[in-house]
């Protein structure tokens, strides 16, 4: 309930300062354009390090209460807001009214909708079966989100592996496929997609990723089956027979939720400012939507079943929490690039590509999305590299499609080379030792992922970003 609690009132918060802005703005500024002095990056930077460092440290305990995440973020969003609000209002309404509320009530929606699904049964743990579980997983998590199809099909398959002594690696790759790599096609696939979408990228722009995720995902899913049939060779004869005896059917409950969840995809794509409805065109029409659709998915789900599933409002009111911070505190940096972008020296995709995905690697690939993309619009915008390439995006966020694609794909797919990558990365991680799997350290993660993400990650780049 605390956490609910304090999703609650995070929404309640950004709404309010949505509806503020604009009156507390009115005695100090006019709506200038300004450039932000760069120190004011500094904020940004301190919310992404303590993001990245502190879950590392002997304060981790006192970072995994959420409210502690919401004072560190509101301190670092604090100057930022006051700066904004001194000079140019329109940015922190912009941020809050366009961004960071529908891009959490997405993530919510997604989320405690796909908490009313479960799956129940137990297969055969054969190298087959461990490898369909995870194609299957990562096809749905375009479609449901990296974290809705992370906690749909994590426990389902731990309990079809909990008789092998051999799991470490299952865990991996699922963490590989499902929670980072699957949601390229669509934006509600990825948290950094849907920021490309709120900026003004095509719903289906997306889907052309295709080219690059087909044969990345197969070749992961081939080097899976193969590892995966060296480690079922290695279980005893014992094992593999209580595996068999334990075989149940698999059922699914609260099948309704797909209905739901199709409603939410539904709004992202009609229920905007560019629909031919009238009121669809209304702001936070979609958002209202899709709360609507998270209540009827509680009150036509089964009883029981998120308790079954273990489910809590933990995970997005973290994300939430560190969102607000992170949507303030981004907004110098992100001004900036925009126009000073060029200078970075970043002007290839192949550049784009590594940039975006070792940044999103270690930091969060959200922001890190966004920063790399407004350097690109900015780029294109003076003329720089990449202005003569097709501009995708709306405004000044034109962004030359080269480069978006390489932005696109460094960051969802590199935010599974460490567990701080990606949301769910940490979750899956978390789940899986509650099944009593030992996971290896954040180091020793890294050590699976550069064996067999980075070199794949090396040919992607010779074929489609030399």
């Given at each position: 309930m605390k956490k609910l609690a304090l999703f609650k009132t995070?929404?309640?918060?950004?709404?309010?300062?949505?509806?503020a802005t604009p009156v507390l703005a009115a005695e100090s500024g006019h709506g200038e354009a300004h450039v932000p002095p760069l120190w004011l990056v500094s904020f940004f930077v301190v919310l992404i390090l303590a993001i990245a460092i502190l879950p590392l440290t002997p304060a981790h305990h006192w970072w995994e209460n959420n409210w502690n995440r919401l004072l560190v973020?509101?301190?670092?969003?604090?100057?930022?807001?006051?700066?904004?609000?001194?000079?140019?209002?329109?940015?922190?309404?912009?941020?809050m009214v366009v961004e960071y509320i529908p891009f959490i009530v997405l993530l919510g929606a997604l989320y405690m909708i796909a908490g009313g699904i479960r799956l129940t049964g137990d297969l055969e743990a054969s190298p087959i079966v461990n490898t369909t579980f995870i194609a299957v997983g990562t096809a749905l998590a375009s479609f449901i989100g990296t974290t809705g199809a992370s906690m749909l099909?994590?426990?389902?398959?731990?309990?079809?592996?909990?008789?092998?002594?051999?799991?470490?690696?299952?865990?991996?790759?699922?963490?590989?496929?499902?929670?980072?790599?699957?949601?390229?096609?669509?934006?509600?696939?990825?948290?950094?997609?849907?920021?490309?979408?709120?900026?003004?990228?095509?719903?289906?722009?997306?889907?052309?990723?295709?080219k690059i995720w087909l044969p990345l995902c197969l070749t992961m899913l081939l080097i899976y089956f193969l590892?995966?049939?060296?480690?079922?060779?290695?279980?005893?004869?014992?094992?593999?027979?209580?595996?068999?005896?334990?075989?149940?059917?698999?059922?699914?409950?609260?099948?309704?939720?797909?209905?739901?969840?199709?409603?939410?995809?539904?709004?992202?794509?009609?229920?905007?400012?560019?629909?031919?409805?009238?009121?669809?065109?209304?702001?936070?029409?979609?958002?209202?939507?899709?709360?609507?659709?998270?209540?009827?998915?509680?009150?036509?789900?089964?009883?029981?079943?998120?308790?079954?599933?273990r489910f809590t409002m933990h995970p997005i009111a973290e994300v939430a929490a560190l969102f607000l911070g992170i949507f303030v505190a981004v907004q110098p940096a992100l001004a900036l690039l925009s126009i000073r972008?060029?200078?970075?020296?970043?002007?290839?995709t192949m550049e784009f590509f590594w940039g975006t995905g070792i940044l999103s690697a270690f930091l969060d690939?959200?922001?890190?999305y966004l920063v790399f993309f407004k350097t690109a619009a900015g780029m294109a915008a003076a003329g720089g590299p990449g202005a003569e390439q097709v501009l995708i995006g709306t405004g000044i966020d034109k962004v030359p499609e080269l480069f978006l694609?390489?932005?696109?794909?460094?960051?969802?797919?590199?935010?599974?080379?460490?567990?701080?990558?990606?949301?769910?990365?940490?979750?899956?991680?978390?789940?899986?030792?509650?099944?009593?799997?030992?996971?290896?350290?954040?180091?020793?993660?890294m050590?699976?992922?550069?064996?067999?993400?980075?070199?794949?990650?090396?040919?992607?780049?010779?074929?489609?970003f030399g």
């Open positions: 995070l929404l309640l918060v950004c709404i309010l300062m949505s509806l973020a509101v301190a670092c969003g604090l100057y930022p807001t006051i700066y904004y609000l001194q000079h140019d209002w329109h940015v922190l309404e912009h941020a099909l994590i426990r389902p398959i731990l309990q079809t592996n909990r008789e092998r002594k051999h799991r470490v690696h299952t865990v991996i790759f699922f963490i590989f496929l499902v929670s980072n790599i699957g949601g390229s096609l669509l934006p509600i696939g990825d948290p950094p997609l849907f920021l490309g979408y709120l900026a003004g990228i095509p719903f289906f722009w997306t889907l052309g990723l295709w590892l995966d049939t060296y480690y079922h060779k290695k279980e005893s004869p014992r094992m593999k027979e209580w595996d068999h005896e334990a075989v149940r059917p698999m059922r699914v409950e609260g099948l309704i939720n797909f209905v739901w969840l199709a409603g939410v995809v539904a709004c992202v794509i009609f229920v905007n400012q560019n629909s031919s409805i009238e009121l669809f065109q209304k702001t936070f029409m979609r958002e209202g939507i899709m709360v609507l659709l998270v209540a009827l998915s509680y009150l036509t789900s089964p009883k029981g079943v998120r308790k079954a599933n972008g060029g200078e970075l020296g970043v002007d290839t690939n959200a922001p890190t694609v390489a932005i696109s794909a460094g960051a969802v797919f590199m935010g599974a080379m460490t567990y701080i990558g990606n949301g769910p990365n940490f979750m899956v991680k978390a789940i899986a030792e509650e099944a009593g799997i030992r996971m290896p350290s954040f180091g020793g993660y050590k699976w992922s550069c064996l067999f993400l980075l070199p794949v990650f090396v040919v992607l780049t010779l074929i489609f």
